[in-house]
Each structure stands twice: as C-alpha cells, then as structure tokens.
C-alpha cells in the first residue's frame, strides 16, 4: 500500500511536471510580445527591448527555465506583467471563486442527478424513460455558452430575477452553477441509472426481494450504496475536470474565477501568470485526482490497490 | 431429461398449448421495450442528424442569398421578414445562409478531428493493450495527464502558436478526443488479448505485429468506432467553443461559435441572431447523440444475446 | 438457517465506510474553507462602475485607458486637469504660467494635502517627474519632447525649466499625479495615499474590484456620493445587461449598437461627446517605390470607394462622425482639412487612369481596437468589392504578434485598423505620435506605419515649440494641411464617447477625453 501510495505520488508529480514544461516552452514559442501588450502604443523599440530585459526574456528559454524551477521550489512564480503583483498572488486571489462554482455545481448535480438516474433506472425501458432519456442526451448536447447565454437572457433580463454578473450576492451564483452542471447532470445522471439497472437486476437483490425487503431499503440501501462507488468516483473525476473546464461559463458571466484569467493572461501574453495558473490548477486536479483513485479501494473492498481495474 | 417421466395424456399437436404468457406480456418485456426503446433513438437520431446535415450539404445549392452577402439597410431583421427564414444579422448578411456554410466549416473540422483522433486512439490504445510493458505505462501515463491538462487554455495556445486554419483546428481537437478511443480500444484489446485465437495466431508463429493488425484489431474496431459517433457530437461542441472564444478561422468565415458570440451583443434586441444558430447546433449534436446511443443499445443487446 | 443479521464482515465494512467518510471530509474541510463568499452588494450611497478592463492600479505611469483615468484621478491628482472644453484647469496648481519661452512659473495651492494630512510639497513633483521618466515602458513619457526640470523658488512656488520650449506644458503635467516622494516608484504604485477626494478602502487587483471611500482630509469640496464601488465585467452583454437590471449605475466604452439598445429604456440615460481619439484604416508606408499604394494618388482614387456615411449611419448606429482633418477637430489646434467622399465610379475611373488593375489589399487589425471593428472592416471589404479591388482581412487577437506585423517585421499588408487617442486633448500630441517620423526612427521602425515625410515632421516640431500662439496655430494648420495631402488613411472616423448610467445617478460631466470628475458626481435616491 505505501509504495503503491509513493509510485502513484510520483506519477502525480510528474504529470504535473511534463504539464507545467509543455506550457512554458509552448508560450514561448508563440507569436506575440508580452513587452508589446505591457507598454501601449507609444513605446519605441528601445523601450521594448529595456521591458523584455526587465522581464527576464533576454536570456535563453533553457536559463529562464532552469531560473522558473528554482522559482518553484522557494514557491516564487514571478511576477505577473499585465498585474504587476506576484503571479502566484493572483491566481490564489481568484482560485476560491471556481473552487466555489465547481463545488456549488457538483451539489446541485448530485442533488438532481442522483434521484433522476435513480428514477430513470427503476423505470427503465419504458417510454417515460426514454422521454427522459432524450431530455438528458439533449443535456449534454447543448454548448456551455449557449445554454449560459440563454440562461442569462432569461433570467437576468426578461424576468430579472437573477444577476447576470459577477459575484455580489449568493444569488449571481445561481446561473453559472446551474450552467456548468446541465451537462453534468446529464452525464451523471445516465451513469446513475446505468449501475442501478445493472444493480436492480442483480441475483443478490432479487434474492433480498423475495425474502420480502421493502423496495425502498432494496434501492436506497442495497442498489444505491453498489452503485454510489462509480458515480462518487465519477463525481470526483468530473470535479477535477471542472477546474479546469469552467473557463466558457467564467467568460459569459464575468466570473471572477481562474478560467477568465486564464483568458486575459493568453490575451497580454502574460507568462508568469500564465505559468502559475497552470501549475497551480494542473495541481489541485491531480490532487483530486488522486484523491478519488486512493479512495476507490476504500470505498469497495473487492478492489485491491495496485492491480489494474478493468476500465 | 424426462425419459422415465410419466408424460401426461397424449395432446394432439394442432391445437396450440394453452399459456401464462400472453401477447401484452410479451409487449411489455423488457428485450421487446429495449428494442424499441433503441429503435425509436436510431430513428430520431437519424431524422434530427439529418435534418441538419442535408442542408448542410446542399449549402451552396439551395436558393439563399450567399452567406457575406451584406444588406446595410436591412440589418438586424425578424426571422420570416423580407424571406429570410432566420433574419439577418448585425450587417444584415442572411442568418440561414451563414449557419448552413458556417455549418460546413464546423461539420468537415469535426469529422475530419474524428478520424484523426480515431486513428491515433486506436493505434495507440491497441498498442497499449497488447503489448503491455512500457507501451502501456508511457499510454497510460498520457491519458492520465491529459485529464490534468487545462485543456480549453491548451488548444487555445497552440492555435495561438500555429494559426487559426482548419488543419490547425482539427488537429487540436483530434488531441482532445484520442484519449476517449485509445482507453476504450485498450480495454477492449486487453480482453481479447486473453481470446483463444489469439494464443492459437500465436502457436502458428505468426509475428506479434501481424496478429495485433490482422486479428485483434478488426474485432476491435467495430466497436470502438461505435464511440466515434459521439466524439463526433463532441468535436463539434468543442470546435464551436473554441471559435467563441475567438480561435476560429479568418473573418468573414462564419462558424457556428462565432455566429453566436457576434450576437450575444445584440441579445436582447434581436435574439434570433443566438437562438437559431444555437438550436442548430442542439439538434445536430442531439441527433448525433440519439444514434450513437441507439447503435450501442443495439450492439450491447446482441452481444447480450450470444452465448 | 441462514443468519440475517450484521457479521462481523458487516462491522468492519461499515468501519471502512466511515474511515472514506472521515476522509472524505477532512479534504472537503479546507476546499469549502477555500470557497469564496459573494462580494456584498453595496449600498444605497454607493456609485457602482463596471469598467471594461481590470483596473490594475490607481496610478498612471503605465498603461492607461479611458475609464481607468476616472477611478485614478479620483484618488490621485495632477498639478492641472483638462476639462471639459478640453483646456487645462488648475487643480493642485492655482498658478501655472508662462513666464518665459522656456520655463513655466507654477505655484501649489495653498492647504493642498494628502488624505493622510500631510501636505503636498514641491519635491513630491520633482520626484513624481523623475519616476515618470524612469519607469519603462511609460505611456505617458512619448507625449514629453523633453522632461522639464523643477527648480524650487519658494516652498509653494517654482519653476519647470526646458531646453526647448513646450507651450503646451499646463496640458502635458496633467497626467503626471502626485504622490508623497518618499513612496514614489519608478513602477506603478500598488497603494499609498494621494491628494483624491476618494481613498481605496478595498481593492482587489486580482478580480479588479475595488471600493472607495470619501476622503476625510480632502483639501477641497466634499464629494456628494459617499462610496465608489469599481467592477471589472469584460464582457459587453454582461455590462449592458447589469445595467439594465440596476446592478450598476455607470458603464463605459459601449458599442453603438449597445447603446442603441439602452436609448429607449426607462432608467438609463445615455451621454455622448464627441471624442479625442481617431480610428483610422491608415495604409502601410513601407511599400517599395513601384507598389501602387506608394503613389497619393491611387491612395486617394481609394477612399472614394467607401461609403462612409453608411458606415456611419448603418454600421456604427450613427455614434461617430466621419473625419475630416488628421486629427479630430474638436482638440485644441486642429482644422478642418478635408472631406472623404463616396463616388465608387470615380474610384474606378481614376484607378484605371492610373494603370491600377487587379489590386490586392490586406486588412488587418487587432480585435477590439475599436467598437465594432469587425463589422466595419467586413463592409469595407464589400465596398473595396464594389470597385474591382480584391480585399482580405486578417484579425489578430488580442496578445498577437500584430506588433511585429505594424513594425513591418512579419507579413505584408495594406491596410491597418487603428485606434489612436490624445489624453492631453492636444492635436500636436497626435501629430507628433503619428506623422513626425524621421528617417532615424524608421531605422528602428519606431515610425508610425512607416510614414516618413521629413518635411511635415519639420513643421510639426516647428509647430510643438513655438511659444506665440497665433503663430503656432498657423504651423500647426499648415501641417495637419500637410499631411490631408498625402492621404494617409482610407477612412477615418472620430467616434464618440459613450457612457451610460442610471436616472438616479446626476448628470456626468463626461469630458471628451471619455473620463468624468467623480467628485461632482450625485445621487437621487
């Protein structure tokens, strides 16, 4: 087990790592002056030139690298150019915001897909089911900014009833998570019913069934709690996605996250802040990431760690 | 099993045997309602995916004014005024018109990005999955981390990097989608892998290579590509979310994402000019989904059914 | 029989059930202790702005844009202001002359203090000159020919002395703000104090939101609106839809058509004043000799192929107005010098009498230089159609390389899309930024699209150190002449300053330099 934990660790480690060197040498390579976006239209070559010094960018990619990895260790990720306050800063200023949609998105996934899935497998087959079948698929199929911008045009501006920006009150909350977790709940949702149908179907239930188990205890105890271990673990994965996927729905409401930075950063061609974002989201994903697959074991005793399991 | 068993009073074999099952049970079994269930999901999926591509296709054919035809005295108009079946848009360019050629665009990236990314899956997954080893960690290693990945941030700076043109595009979401394939065609190739046929090839001295391409794969590939009807839905929900976010080809190029993100401007004045295109997208990609889900439901029932 | 009740295999799964649980909650603790609460409405005596960029700091040494200067000088000021007419009034200052060709006599207001009480000194100006000129990359240091230099006479009064005379200095020190010397970087300043009538009581550079408050020690007349709140919404929708709902009270920088949008609704008034900045589809000059656009004539033959008052009219929902000088007539020195007209006959007539046939031209622009942009640049495109030249766009997002491109270092194009602003409210800024380029700087490529015409850039000088004024007016007006007959741009239009707020705000003296005093800004209700 602790070298299993310590191989897995490690592998962590060095996704993240191949992650954060991809990013730096691929915005390097880009078209594009972070000096030119820094100083305004007036600027003259000369003063361009004294910028990218100042920033470090006169030196060869490799140097700025190996200067980048020392960063890193005394937990330095430079200075932010469209900021100018420390990259790191930045992002742990914005970071609470997605962590917060993310979470507030996952609650109501699992609050609404978990008795759909439940629901849709205890009927399924029948054409109500695949009413709500269509009604899922069409879940997943609409565009994030679409359905955002259609939200917004009918909540914030026909019937105003929500804001449509930003993060002044609890209630500008309410588009933007509802946004990002229609396609959840229509994964999600197929997902529940699709191991509650596998379950409810199972010898073991029909055998508890004829020893005359109430058939709420059957789906709620014995079928729920066999299918919760892939759908937490799918939860877990689809949280870790979020945190980096968010950044549509941050872009249509002016959310004040880490996707919309993202955006600007590329827009200024803001390195350091561009580095940091990614290291610092490639992180908390992995984490997550490893979170779920650690407790996978846990939660259902017939897997063991470090065999493979059958995806 | 019942050769000693005392049967019963001869029947005659006319008359058919009186039984519990009637008609209505039958109609209402679960394989007959699986069938039908996955039947009416093959034929919706086939009427919406076509509802849309058909136009689509015949694009340039169908009577409408050409798609960068611009009419600045008859901007921003209602759908069904002055025959424009979707209005006009902010230079009073024909929205119909630009959707369906957009469409084109937005249907050859994705397609194009589905068999890139189901080739690159499907050689790589098998290779995964046969040869085990290093293959299989360096895989699996990629696939994981590609989960990490900011991904959206990602494509938007290698299009940064190489230019929005459609071989760009495609690519980029060709790389987003392989790990989908390659982790289906891995596990499909780890159990067939075990498949005495397999050991058979092998017993006859056929070389690992040949065997891998020659046998497993085209077991494999039938059902792996069954999957490639949804990452085609998906390809082009990504492409649309790239183009929205300003990575799409030159102006006046009009692809579906950036008709809309032209548009959300205008929302609350002339709200066709994001409904429509938006609607479009919806009914292909829900069609694309509906026969992608019927196909499988079929497949599984009749892998269901053999022994 | 078999037993149906709890094993022990039962107990030690439950036993792992809550140790997942226990777990799962202490990583779930600090991700919801890492979730953030919402922002808080303000209240009733709050002005609320969405501004269309991140307000980086509340100092202007580098990059500056239109709304940020409101928020700025809220809180930091400069020795003059340029007002609403667009001439300098004297705001730290109380007086500020030429007392000779070259030096200015300035004296400081009496009582004139920071919010902390401290009083403002004449080596805080010394001090703010020096940074202003040291910072890199500063904005603001391409609009001083020369820096002056402060040479105290008293404790309020002393002297800007230059080398060659700048006439126009009360304009130029009105974007240098001052703040206490002993906290002044040659960088933008991330906080300390200024002489405001507001001070930032909260500001959060990351997500752009700050919160202002009155300044208690302010020198001068209390403002009326007790506390500015400043929101950064990128998205133009977003803005317009926040307004709508009464979310926010002002917004800035709207597009035509959004303004278009607000104009009938109850609430929301729209205020517009024509601006200080030009957006131009001015033509590479770095062609070789033989190209056709080398030739004024084929340049000029061109713009009689845009329908300009369409453009106006139809594309730009009527918020602009058509050029007609080099730069936008209302700034101080500029005249009218000519008028684009649309005669797509005579573009193709003199076009073929000069030999031009089967002309390409390449557009480009950086997206979001100008309101509209793309619509624009897709009708000329049909217009440039219309008359038998072949046109391409090319759009370069935001953070492009569309520099290199401008410096002539990257692809060959024809046309560019530009958006350019005097902050100082003086034409003789523009000349100099755009049309004063000399061989040396073309040697760098720090020319304006390669125009060089050592002739005008001459006069412009000339112009920009003359200290009679009436004298100057005439070589400024020979100049912008000057440069209307080399036909520098395809067309050019003068947009106007939009802003739209609620009733309950009071009128907003919007300046045509698209900034607004928010000391005299009120609230109803």
Same mark, same amino acid.
């Given at each position: 087990m602790g070298s299993y934990l310590l191989k897995r660790l490690g592998q962590s480690v060095l996704t993240v790592f191949l992650t954060i060197s991809t990013v730096f040498v691929l915005i390097r390579l880009a078209p594009g002056d972070p000096a030119a976006a820094y100083a305004g239209p007036l600027a003259t070559t000369e003063d361009l030139a004294k910028i990218r010094a100042s920033f470090g960018l006169d030196r060869s990619v490799v140097e700025q690298y190996l200067l980048f990895l020392k960063g890193i260790l005394t937990g330095d990720l430079g200075t932010s150019y469209s900021f100018r306050s420390p990259a790191l800063d930045v992002v742990l200023e914005r970071l609470p915001f997605t962590i917060t949609l993310a979470l507030a998105a996952i609650l109501i996934t699992t609050v609404v897909s978990v008795p759909l899935g439940v629901w849709m497998? @205890?009927?399924?087959?029948?054409? @109500?089911e695949l009413g709500a079948n269509v009604v899922t698929i069409a879940g997943q199929s609409m565009p994030d900014f679409w359905s955002g911008i259609m939200l917004l045009t009918v909540f914030a501006v026909l019937v105003p009833v929500l804001p449509a920006s930003g993060f002044a009150t609890w209630g500008g909350l309410v588009l933007p998570?509802?946004?990002?977790? #229609?396609?959840? #709940?229509?994964? #999600?949702?197929?997902?529940?019913?699709?191991?509650?149908?596998?379950?409810?179907?199972?010898?073991?239930?029909?055998?508890?069934?004829? @020893?005359?188990?109430?058939?709420?205890?059957?789906?709620?105890r014995y079928a729920m709690t066999n299918s919760s271990i892939p759908v937490v673990t799918a939860l877990g994965t689809r949280f870790a996605s979020m945190l980096n996927g968010v950044v549509v729905v941050e872009v249509v409401f002016a959310w004040p996250g880490v996707g919309s930075l993202v955006v600007r950063a590329l827009e200024t061609r803001d390195y350091p802040l561009i580095q940091a974002t990614v290291l610092v989201t490639a992180a908390l994903a992995v984490t997550v990431q490893l979170l779920v697959d650690l407790a996978y074991p846990l939660l259902d005793p017939r897997v063991r760690l470090g065999k493979k399991v059958s995806a | 099993m019942s050769t000693t068993h005392p049967g019963p009073a001869r029947v005659r074999r006319s008359e058919p045997r009186p039984s519990a099952v009637t008609a209505k049970h039958l109609a209402r079994a679960k394989v007959t309602r699986q069938r039908r269930g996955s039947r009416l999901k093959l034929w919706a999926g086939l009427v919406c995916t076509l509802l849309v591509v058909i136009p689509v296709a015949l694009a340039r054919v169908l009577p409408l004014p050409g798609p960068d035809q611009q009419d600045l005295a008859g901007r921003r108009l209602a759908p069904l005024v002055d025959g424009h079946l979707f209005g006009t848009d902010q230079l009073g360019r024909d929205l119909l018109s630009r959707v369906l050629h957009g469409g084109q665009v937005s249907l050859l990236v994705g397609l194009l990005a589905v068999v890139v990314s189901g080739v690159i899956g499907v050689v790589l997954g098998a290779s995964a999955g046969y040869f085990g080893g290093w293959v299989d960690t360096v895989v699996s290693r990629l696939l994981e981390a590609q989960l990490s990945l900011p991904l959206l941030m990602m494509l938007l700076l290698v299009v940064a990097l190489f230019g929005p043109s459609i071989p760009v595009i495609t690519f980029v979401i060709a790389i987003a989608q392989w790990p989908e394939v390659a982790r289906l065609t891995r596990s499909l190739v780890l159990v067939e892998r075990e498949k005495p046929y397999v050991a058979a090839a092998r017993v006859l001295g056929l070389h690992r290579f040949a065997i891998l391409l020659r046998h497993v794969l085209p077991n494999v590939v039938k059902q792996a590509s069954l999957v490639v009807l949804l990452l085609l839905a998906q390809a082009v929900l990504l492409e649309s979310a790239l183009s929205y976010l300003g990575a799409g080809p030159q102006r006046p190029f009009a692809t579906w994402g950036r008709i809309i993100s032209d548009g959300q401007d205008y929302i609350t004045t002339s709200w066709w000019m994001v409904t429509l295109p938006g609607l479009v997208i919806v009914a292909l990609v829900v069609g694309v989904n509906l026969l992608g889900d019927g196909l499988r439901d079929r497949a599984r029932r009749r892998k269901v059914s053999t022994p | 029989m078999t037993r149906s009740g709890s094993g022990p295999e039962l107990s030690r799964r439950t036993l792992l059930r809550w140790g997942a649980i226990a777990g799962a909650g202490v990583t779930l603790g600090p991700l919801l202790n890492a979730c953030a609460g919402p922002t808080g409405t303000p209240g009733p005596g709050t002005l609320t702005l969405a501004l269309n960029r991140s307000l980086v700091s509340l100092d202007n040494k580098l990059n500056q844009f !239109? $709304?940020?200067?409101?928020? =700025?000088?809220?809180?930091?000021?400069? *020795?003059? %202001?340029?007002?609403? !007419?667009?001439? &300098?009034?004297?705001? *730290?200052?109380?007086?500020?002359?030429?007392?000779? &060709?070259? =030096?200015?006599?300035?004296?400081?207001?009496?009582?004139?203090?920071?919010?902390?009480?401290?009083?403002?000194?004449?080596?805080?100006?010394?001090?703010?000159?020096? %940074?202003?000129? =040291?910072?890199?990359?500063?904005?603001?240091?391409?609009?001083?020919?020369?820096? &002056?230099?402060?040479?105290?006479?008293? /404790? $309020?009064?002393?002297?800007?002395?230059?080398?060659?005379?700048?006439?126009? *200095? !009360?304009?130029? %020190?009105?974007?240098? *703000?001052?703040?206490?010397?002993?906290?002044?970087?040659?960088?933008?300043?991330?906080?300390?104090?200024?002489?405001?009538?507001?001070? %930032?009581?909260?500001?959060?550079? +990351?997500?752009?939101?700050?919160?202002? $408050?009155?300044?208690?020690?302010?020198w001068g007349a209390k403002p009326r609106v007790p506390n500015v709140s400043v929101r950064f919404v990128p998205e133009e929708s977003s803005r317009v839809v926040s307004l709508r709902s009464g979310e926010v009270d002002v917004i800035d920088s709207i597009t035509p058509d959004s303004a278009d949008q607000l104009a009938g609704l109850p609430g929301v008034r729209i205020t517009r004043t024509p601006s200080t900045r030009i957006n131009q589809l001015f033509y590479n000059f770095r062609k070789p000799q033989g190209h056709p656009l080398a030739d004024p004539r084929v340049r000029e033959a061109l713009t009689y192929a845009i329908d300009g008052r369409s453009l106006v009219q139809d594309v730009l929902v009527g918020s602009v107005s058509q050029a007609d000088g080099v730069v936008p007539t209302g700034l101080e020195g500029a005249v009218r010098t000519g008028e684009y007209v649309h005669d797509p006959k005579q573009a193709k007539q003199r076009l073929d009498a000069l030999g031009v046939r089967d002309l390409s031209l390449k557009i480009i622009w950086e997206s979001g230089e100008f309101a509209s942009d793309t619509s624009v640049m897709e009708a000329v495109l049909q217009m440039l159609g219309q008359v038998g030249v072949r046109a391409t766009l090319q759009q370069f997002e935001p953070g492009g390389?569309?520099?290199?491109?401008?410096? +002539?270092?990257?692809?060959?194009? /024809?046309?560019? +899309?530009?958006?350019?602003?005097?902050p100082t409210g003086l034409a003789v800024s523009i000349l100099q930024g755009m049309y004063a380029g000399t061989p040396e700087k073309e040697q760098t490529r720090d020319t304006y699209q390669g125009y060089v015409v050592p002739a005008i850039a001459a006069q412009i000088a000339d112009a920009s150190a003359e200290p009679d004024a009436t004298r100057r007016a005439q070589l400024l007006s020979d100049a912008q002449k000057a440069v209307w007959a080399t036909w520098p741009c395809l067309w050019a239009f003068v947009p106007n300053a939009v802003l739209a707020s609620r009733d309950r705000v009071g009128d907003i003296s919007l300046a045509p330099t698209n900034s607004y005093d928010l000391a005299s800004a009120r609230l109803e209700g």
């Open positions: 497998a @205890r009927r399924a087959d029948t054409t @109500r998570a509802v946004t990002v977790a #229609i396609l959840q #709940i229509a994964l #999600i949702s197929r997902l529940v019913r699709s191991e509650m149908a596998k379950n409810l179907t199972a010898p073991y239930l029909t055998v508890a069934r004829s @020893r005359g188990v109430s058939e709420r205890a059957l789906v709620w | - | !239109d $709304a940020a200067v409101t928020v =700025q000088r809220g809180v930091r000021q400069a *020795l003059t %202001m340029v007002g609403q !007419d667009l001439k &300098p009034r004297l705001v *730290l200052a109380d007086r500020f002359e030429l007392t000779a &060709p070259t =030096q200015w006599t300035v004296r400081l207001r009496d009582g004139v203090r920071y919010s902390d009480g401290s009083p403002v000194t004449v080596q805080d100006v010394k001090t703010a000159l020096e %940074m202003y000129q =040291q910072v890199n990359g500063s904005f603001i240091a391409g609009f001083f020919s020369e820096f &002056p230099t402060v040479v105290p006479v008293d /404790d $309020a009064t002393f002297v800007l002395q230059t080398e060659r005379p700048i006439p126009v *200095l !009360d304009y130029l %020190m009105a974007n240098i *703000l001052v703040t206490p010397s002993a906290s002044n970087r040659p960088e933008e300043l991330q906080d300390g104090i200024g002489s405001g009538p507001y001070v %930032m009581r909260s500001g959060n550079r +990351g997500t752009g939101n700050y919160s202002l $408050a009155v300044n208690e020690n302010y390389d569309i520099l290199s491109w401008r410096q +002539g270092k990257a692809g060959d194009w /024809d046309v560019l +899309g530009n958006g350019f602003s005097s």
